[in-house]
Each structure stands twice: as structure tokens, then as C-alpha cells.
């Protein structure tokens, strides 16, 4: 086969801390193969539109310590339409794009499959703070949301103990509550609520009286933007307000919202960023196209695409009739046995979490 010449990279869905480090880290891996780089700005929009920049190691020297995406996102719903997919195509064969690397969640990966059908090379990487990826066990911006959330949650500590209150805390995740979950055990949180665990709402009410009769004048209840009400809202202000009415307690309510997005990556996002993006590159050199580029078991590898996208259609239990009829027996046994595997892992990190909630 002859040898990679050009590729394109861009970012997209939500911004993530190590995005652009992996942008910096594809860039010098290339132009040390000699192939060179063209930057989509705006995500598939960008692809769409030929809106790019190219990418060499001066342009990329210092965004590695930066967070959000130098080359910004947007959610391009022309992209999710057969037209704007082959509009794509034909862009990368009139720019001589010979390969993609994509960076993103789900909805990114799903982009980046329709791409290889239609004859464009693709590889992804996972770029979101939500670890919410069922086929890897890591994705880049989580350890900094972490961190990010942690910081704001102790900020708030230390106001709830000076004013003997109790501060519940809704932290970002979508679906997934990992983020919320190591959060609450690292804040020392008297109560928390993932999606994944039922929430005994009236234990945690109770649970918090409990405290406030012993003594104890700080607390935090972490919850997930994920965990809804009867009523379809997120739980955070009606069990603020309901502690108020029900126990007499002094509670707010605090939504850390989209800042948990931004900041500085941490060394292990930049580091995992860094790895993933050198890897992409020797993929693409090896002709190879449709992986997933994961962390399994502290080991970065690759994962067929397809496969990732069904085992996490399983996990979230999203799956439509159809989806598994292209897989091996032996591919949905793993399919769900890792789904099997995470969900383990949650309810003993949460068990975790409830011991320590005193």
C-alpha cells in the first residue's frame, strides 16, 4: 500500500480538557512520518464546510496546557444526514484527505463510522469528561472534571461548615454518574445519587437529620445532572427544598454546571491524550480504519468501532432490534460481559461511597 500523505483531525461534541493536547500530539507524530495535517475547525461542520487549518508543530508548540479545543466543536445535525455525509467525503477526496482522526464521544465515533463506509479512513479517540464510553475504561477530560469538581465541591465545604449547612451539589455525567460518584467519596458526602444505583431518597433525608442531631454542621450531598424525579426533573433542587421543609436544615443548592468543562487538563489527561493521539497515527500508518483507540485494564489499545458503539448502546440499554445481528456470538458474550464488568465496578465504588457517609 502506499504511504499516508494527508489526514484530517477535528474535535466534536462537548469540549473536553486534553483535547488539544492529543490535536498537538497528532500533529508531531505526523509530521515526524511525514504526513501532513489539516485542521477542521468546528467539528464535522468545519468538514463540511472546508473550514480548516493546517496544522503543523509551531501552530500545535503550545496548546498542550490549554483547555477546551483550540479548533472548536458544535453539534452538526447536517453532518447526521446521508447528503451531509457524502458531502464530507467528497471534501476529503477534493482536499486529498486520506484519513481521519476524530475526537469525541459517541455521537463523534458514530460520525466517524459513516465516514469509513463511504471509503474515508477513520480512527477516534475518546474526549469526553463524562467517561461515559462503555468500551473504554478511561476518557480524556474525566481526571480534570474530576478534579475541577472536586475543588469547587471543598470551596463549598468549607462555607457549609462555617455556616452549619448542607450544600447539595449536582455535578455533570449525562447518563453516567462515575464523575459524581469518585467525587462524593474524595468530598466526603454524606449522600449520593448516580443513575446507575437507586436513589433511597427518604434514607438520605434521614441519614442527614441523623448527623444534624450528632452534631455534625458541614455536609454534601453529591448528585448527578442524570437522576430524575417523578415529575422528569433532576433531583438537586427538590431534595434541597425538601430538606429544608421536612428537617429544618439550612440547605442550598449548587448546579456546577458546564465549568466542570473547562480548565488547565491535568498530567494524566495530557499524558492519555498524548499516547491515544501517537497511536492514531500508527494506525493510520498501518492502513488500519473504524477503531476506537481505549484504555482497558491501565493498557491503551484499539477497539473496533462498531463494537464499541453496540457494547455501549448494551450498557445504557439503549439497544434496537437489528444492532447485534452483525456480531459473532463470541463478540456479544464480550459485549456482555463488559457491560457486567462496569456495572460491578459501580455498585462496589457506590457500596464504597455509602460505608464512608458519616
Not at 75 to 86: D, I, K, N, P
Not at 181 to 186: D, G, Q, R, Y
Request: glycine residues 10%; hydrophobic residues 40%; negative net charge.
Amino acid at each position: 500500500m502506499e504511504r499516508i500523505k494527508k489526514i484530517g483531525v477535528l474535535t466534536s461534541g462537548g469540549d473536553a480538557p486534553g483535547m488539544n493536547a492529543a490535536v498537538r500530539a497528532i500533529t508531531n507524530k505526523a509530521a515526524d512520518e511525514g504526513i501532513e495535517v489539516l485542521g477542521f475547525l468546528g467539528g464535522y461542520k468545519g468538514l463540511l464546510n472546508k473550514d480548516y487549518i493546517t496544522l503543523t508543530p509551531k501552530e500545535v508548540a503550545t496548546v498542550i496546557g490549554r483547555g477546551g479545543t483550540f479548533m472548536y466543536t458544535d453539534r452538526c445535525l447536517e453532518f447526521a444526514t446521508e447528503a451531509g455525509v457524502m458531502r464530507s467525503v467528497e471534501n476529503c477526496r477534493e482536499l486529498g484527505i486520506e484519513a481521519l482522526v476524530v475526537i469525541g464521544g459517541d455521537g463523534t465515533f458514530r460520525g466517524g463510522t459513516d465516514m469509513s463506509v463511504h471509503g474515508v479512513p477513520t480512527i477516534g479517540i475518546p474526549g469526553t469528561i463524562d467517561n461515559d464510553i462503555t468500551a473504554t475504561d478511561y476518557t480524556i477530560g474525566y481526571d480534570t472534571a474530576m478534579n475541577t469538581a472536586l475543588k469547587l465541591t471543598d470551596m463549598l465545604r468549607d462555607t457549609c461548615e462555617s455556616h452549619a449547612r448542607v450544600n447539595v451539589v449536582e455535578m455533570m455525567g449525562r447518563h453516567c454518574g462515575e464523575l459524581t460518584l469518585n467525587v462524593a467519596i474524595a468530598s466526603g458526602a454524606v449522600a449520593t445519587a448516580i443513575p446507575e444505583i437507586p436513589f433511597d431518597e427518604d434514607a438520605a433525608v434521614a441519614r442527614v437529620e441523623k448527623l444534624m442531631a450528632e452534631g455534625k454542621r458541614g455536609m454534601i450531598v453529591a448528585v448527578s445532572e442524570g437522576v430524575f424525579d417523578e415529575n422528569g426533573n433532576t433531583i438537586g433542587e427538590a431534595l434541597t427544598k425538601r430538606l429544608c421543609r421536612e428537617i429544618g436544615a439550612d440547605a442550598k443548592f449548587a448546579r456546577l454546571a458546564h465549568v466542570q468543562r473547562g480548565g488547565e487538563p491535568t498530567l494524566r489527561d495530557r499524558k492519555t491524550a498524548s499516547v491515544m493521539g501517537a497511536m492514531a497515527i500508527e494506525l493510520i500508518m498501518e492502513h488500519k480504519s473504524d477503531l476506537v483507540i481505549c484504555e482497558i485494564d491501565g493498557e491503551i489499545k484499539p477497539v473496533d468501532i462498531r463494537w464499541a458503539l453496540a457494547a455501549d448502546r448494551m450498557y445504557k440499554k439503549k439497544l434496537k432490534d437489528g444492532d447485534l445481528d452483525s456480531f459473532t456470538a463470541d463478540e456479544i458474550d464480550a459485549m456482555e460481559a463488559l457491560c457486567e464488568k462496569r456495572a460491578a465496578d459501580v455498585a462496589a465504588l457506590y457500596a464504597v461511597a455509602e460505608s464512608l457517609a458519616k
